[in-house]
């Protein structure tokens, strides 16, 4: 089946240290992206990416890096310097990142940071 | 100024009747996508539905159509015979094809609906 994983599920981290979320997606869609959600809130964009080898800042890219090497792969690496990381993180892919194509979602990730 | 505006509190529908969630958004781009997505308690965001700017006719799903009324920027979902499984939050979304910025969808803040047996 075709769709968008991402792992851990939960993940735990203490202050000061940086965390890897990992997003993976075997639909061959060109465009990734992640999100961030936080309780009672819509989701607000961090990054992008329209292609491999290139990533844009969305609104909320502060204390927040990514790398695209793969298709397949999105991973978001958020660091210590990132003040409030405590949230939901949500990777979306679609056809690509123009137009109106719908973006589908994986699963999300719940970090806690204490 | 927010972009997409989701005001209604928590909605409550009884089983098999049918319930309106509102969402009005502002642009002053001419080409526009607009778009639903359910997010059960599980946390996925579910694609549902899509209405274009230009497109003449409200958008239908199965049980889920859009009341596209572009002069009064609204972008109602209306969900038909509500089943127990449509309790989640409902996030209405907007993408702006010229001015928007970063491929971006810009989301409102959600509904809660819950089914009542």
């Known amino acids: 089946d075709g769709g968008i994983t991402q792992s851990p599920k939960y993940l735990f981290r203490k202050e000061g240290q940086n965390v890897t979320l990992s997003c993976e997606q075997n639909l061959n869609h060109d465009a990734m992206y992640w999100y961030r959600q936080d309780p009672g809130q819509g989701l607000r964009l961090i990054y992008y990416?329209?292609?491999?080898?290139?990533?844009q800042k969305g609104d909320i890219a502060e204390g927040y890096s990514v790398s695209r090497e793969k298709k397949e792969s999105f991973p978001l690496t958020v660091t210590s310097a990132q003040k409030n990381p405590t949230a939901f993180y949500l990777c979306?892919?679609?056809?690509?990142?123009?137009?109106?194509?719908?973006?589908?979602f994986g699963p999300g990730t719940r970090l806690t940071v204490t | 100024a927010q972009k997409i505006t989701q005001t209604q509190p928590g909605m409550f529908v009884q089983e098999k009747e049918a319930v309106t969630l509102d969402c009005t958004y502002d642009t002053s781009d001419p080409s526009y996508g607009l778009f639903w997505y359910k997010q059960p308690s599980s946390g996925e965001m579910i694609f549902l539905i899509y209405q274009g700017s230009y497109d003449q006719q409200n958008a239908t799903e199965g049980r889920y159509s859009l009341n596209f009324q572009k002069a009064r920027k609204s972008a109602n979902l209306v969900i038909s015979a509500s089943q127990l499984g449509d309790s989640a939050m409902y996030f209405c979304?907007?993408?702006?094809?010229?001015?928007?910025?970063?491929?971006?969808?810009?989301f409102g803040k959600g509904i809660t609906l819950s089914v009542r047996p």
């Open positions: 990416s329209q292609i491999v080898n290139d990533f």
């Open positions: 979306a892919s679609s056809i690509q990142a123009s137009g109106t194509y719908e973006q589908y």
């Open positions: 979304a907007m993408r702006e094809i010229y001015t928007g910025a970063n491929s971006k969808l810009t």
